[in-house]
């Protein structure tokens, strides 16, 4: 394994030691479902307990290093904990709330990384609505990559539903249309291809 796919695993080794479930939602994502890109940061999603919250985030933080100081009060304020792997990898940890992180988790899929080396990766269309709300350029082409690659196996009828609320939640209301642009453009050009 290569040092980026160590600190993967170095994760998923400890996430499943405490009982944590999860999904890698950036580049090993964006990999595995659209187009190859080089990426430093691991981004991760899991499963927060709530009634610990605090305890939680710290017992991660005692196995990761903390990528500054008051890591713990920042993770607790916005959600999410930057940390780093023992081979200096930066780590970024969603702490999902029940709803929509609930669904993610269920609907993982695993890829190896080496043979008897598997970790949780997020379902394409759970990408595509993260990747929709983030909205940075990079995230517009990351989508339009998935879309290309996975095609009508993608289950749009789900993306929409979750772009739906949490635009309510959120109120953007051009939040679905960065999935629609590419959905169409991917319909159009499959159907001129069979005329």
């Not at 939602?25 to 964006?30: K, L, Q």
């Not at 990408?127 to 998935?146: F, H, N, T, V, W």
């Not at 993608?154 to 979750?162: E, M, P, S, T, V």
Request: proline letters at 4%; one cysteine or more.
């Amino acid at each position: 394994m290569n040092s980026y796919d160590q600190a993967i695993w170095e994760v998923h080794t400890l996430f499943s030691k405490m009982g944590i479930s999860y999904a890698v939602i950036g580049g090993v994502a964006v990999q595995n479902w659209g187009e190859p890109q080089f990426t430093l940061a691991i981004d991760l999603t899991v499963s927060a307990l709530l009634e610990d919250l605090d305890g939680f985030v710290s017992q991660i933080l005692a196995n990761f290093s903390p990528r500054f100081e008051n890591a713990l009060d920042f993770a607790l304020e916005n959600s999410v904990i930057l940390a780093e792997t023992s081979n200096g990898y930066p780590l970024d940890i969603a702490l999902g709330l029940p709803g929509y992180e609930d669904e993610v988790i269920k609907r993982v899929s695993q890829i190896e990384l080496e043979v008897g080396k598997r970790i949780n990766i997020c379902s394409a269309e759970d990408l595509i609505i993260y990747k929709a709300a983030a909205g940075r350029p990079q995230d517009i082409r990351d989508i339009e990559s998935i879309v290309y690659r996975q095609g009508t196996a993608l289950d749009a009828a789900y993306i929409r539903q979750w772009l739906g609320e949490i635009s309510d939640i959120t109120s953007d209301p051009d939040l679905s249309k960065l999935f629609e642009g590419p959905w169409k453009k991917y319909h159009s050009n499959n159907l001129s291809d069979r005329l």
